[in-house]
């Protein structure tokens, strides 16, 4: 089993859909996590860091889930823009143990 | 602010070649991560630096050598490249102060072993 997994998708939903992603991961003593947005063929960039209380960003919303050990990402009214990979991440207590997912694929149609 | 640069942004390399890639920070950051991603893998940990003058190993570090010389600066070399090395790079940094923010990345490197 992979320390953090997610549904590789694609997603394909029409613009003005809501859409939602999950992110499990299996390490109970993970400490910080986060959502990173990946444009085709470009670096990864922080989108929203995820709350244990839960946390929004305008459209966006980071949930996380302990006890089940899932984060998830809604996206509200979304954009063309918004067409992009998605990726989880899931840091422990150590510098180097932070594991990233394979990305979630989303693509937005007009 | 330039943030995390790397350089070069592209190259070709022959198996056999030895290359260097830099990354450069001017954030002060004290950790400093070199990945590697390639297609359905995800991004994969090679070497990372907790300061300067440190250096340790990832999840994939055969074949590659880092070296944090300055604070800023973070490179990594491959010695002599093999085509399983073909990948795309991205060098990353964040502070140590134990903050909820997560890393900023470079812009990345292009490397193809022929």
């Known amino acids: 089993r992979k320390e953090v997994e997610q549904d590789p998708g694609p997603f394909n939903v029409p613009e003005g859909a809501t859409v939602a992603f999950n992110c499990t991961y299996s390490?109970?003593?993970?400490?910080?996590f986060f959502w990173y947005r990946q444009d085709c063929r470009k670096e990864p960039k922080l989108l929203m860091s995820?709350?244990?209380s839960g946390n929004e960003d305008g459209r966006f919303t980071a949930q996380l889930n302990r006890a089940s050990q899932y984060i998830s990402l809604l996206i509200r009214d979304s954009k063309l823009s918004d067409s992009a990979t998605y990726l989880c991440?899931?840091?422990?207590?150590?510098?180097?143990?932070?594991?990233f997912g394979s990305g979630t694929r989303l693509s937005i149609r007009p | 602010n330039a943030g995390v640069t790397q350089t070069p942004k592209f190259r070709v390399l022959k198996t056999g070649q030895s290359m260097t890639l830099l990354c450069a920070q001017d954030?002060?950051?004290?950790?400093m991560y070199w990945y590697r991603q390639d297609p359905g893998m995800g991004l994969r940990l090679i070497h990372y630096?907790?300061?300067?003058?440190?250096?340790a190993k990832g999840e994939v570090p055969d074949g590659y050598n880092v070296s944090r010389l300055k604070k800023q600066n973070f490179l990594l070399g491959l010695e002599s490249a093999a085509p399983s090395q073909t990948s795309v790079y991205f060098c990353?940094?964040?502070?140590?102060?134990?903050?909820?923010?997560?890393?900023?990345f470079g812009s990345g490197t292009r490397l193809t072993v022929v």
């Open positions: 990353a940094s964040r502070n140590a102060d134990g903050s909820n923010y997560g890393y900023t």
């Open positions: 390490n109970s003593a993970s400490q910080s």
């Open positions: 995820v709350y244990s």
């Open positions: 991440v899931v840091r422990g207590s150590s510098a180097s143990k932070i594991i």
């Open positions: 954030m002060n950051h004290e950790y």
């Open positions: 630096s907790v300061g300067e003058g440190t250096t």
